[in-house]
């Protein structure tokens, strides 16, 4: 066999982090868009949008009853599960308040069929390809005057190396039930940052999850590379009135302020991941993550409630 077209005896990573002493800006080598318009809910226009920025927002997508209905069952679980010690409720660092609970489609039905409606699975779809699963899903309740910020990230360098996501094939939908202002701590992205891939330096900590869902050190981007996305993209918040969503490629810088405001800012993430991009095995060498987390069961591609 000639010997540069033999199967490599390893296939080398191709979004190495945390593995160097220094960071590194890396080209992206997966596509933005798996699919194409025309077969989905959202338009050339929008799938062009989502491309150029890595995220789409989409104003007021949820009406008011069913914002209500939703913040209710947001309330029902804090209230259920804030003194369960329940591994999947995460804590604010300081006051103990709710931050997030994980696996809420687990816990609830009503969230189950929201992850399945054709306006949020639909444009998944559409968006990555072909069938999708939840990777992970998530309330981030940030609390007024207590919730704390998510430092800048991007969540796929996270999902590469402690969950083994192998490509850049998955994306969050954040649903906010609470109106976003610029008081209380809204989702910030950086548009064009999802084309560069930043390699983190330091070695990923054992369980590391259990500091890094409350405050993440690691996998964090270093100041200068992050400074130049800023500059080259600037920073956008999303903003918007409750039932407003974004949907954000896993590559898409993004982070949030902590909220001092009285106001909540109240949002329900969802993570659609390829059924062609099952995980493997986390690239820092360390037991996978539990699955409330990242869930690694065969596939069962997510259906619309009507199918
Ligand atoms: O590690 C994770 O999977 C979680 N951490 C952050 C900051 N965003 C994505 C996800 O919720
Ligand atoms: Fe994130």
Partial sequence: MNSNTATPLYSPDPYPSRVAPRPARLDRLDPVIWGAAGKGPLDKQALARYERQGYLIMPALL???????????????????????????????????????????????RLTALFRDPRLLGAARQILGGDVYLHQSRINYKPGFRGKEFYWHSDFETWHVEDGMPRMRA?????????????NGPLLLIPGSHLSFIACVGE??????????????????????????????????????????????CNTMHGSSSNISPQPRSNIFAVYNSVENTLGEPTCGLPPRPQFIADRRPPTPLRPPQE
């Avoid at 994306?171 to 008081?183: A, F, K, R, V």
């Avoid at 956008?236 to 490629?249: K, L, R």
């Fill in 63 to 109: 009406d008011a009853d069913e914002v209500a209905g939703f913040s209710a069952e947001l309330s029902r679980l804090r209230h259920d599960f804030a003194a369960s010690g329940d591994a999947r409720v995460i804590a604010e660092p300081g006051s103990g308040a709710v931050r997030s609970i994980f696996a809420v489609h687990e816990l609830s039905e």
């Fill in 171 to 183: 994306l969050s939908c954040s649903i906010s039930l609470t109106d976003n202002t610029e008081n």
């Fill in 204 to 249: 990923t900590p054992q369980n590391h999850y259990q500091t890094s869902l409350r405050r993440q050190e690691y996998g964090v981007p270093d100041d200068l590379n992050l400074a130049d996305l800023v500059r080259e993209g600037g920073i956008e918040a999303f903003t918007g009135i409750a039932g407003s969503v974004v949907f954000f490629d």
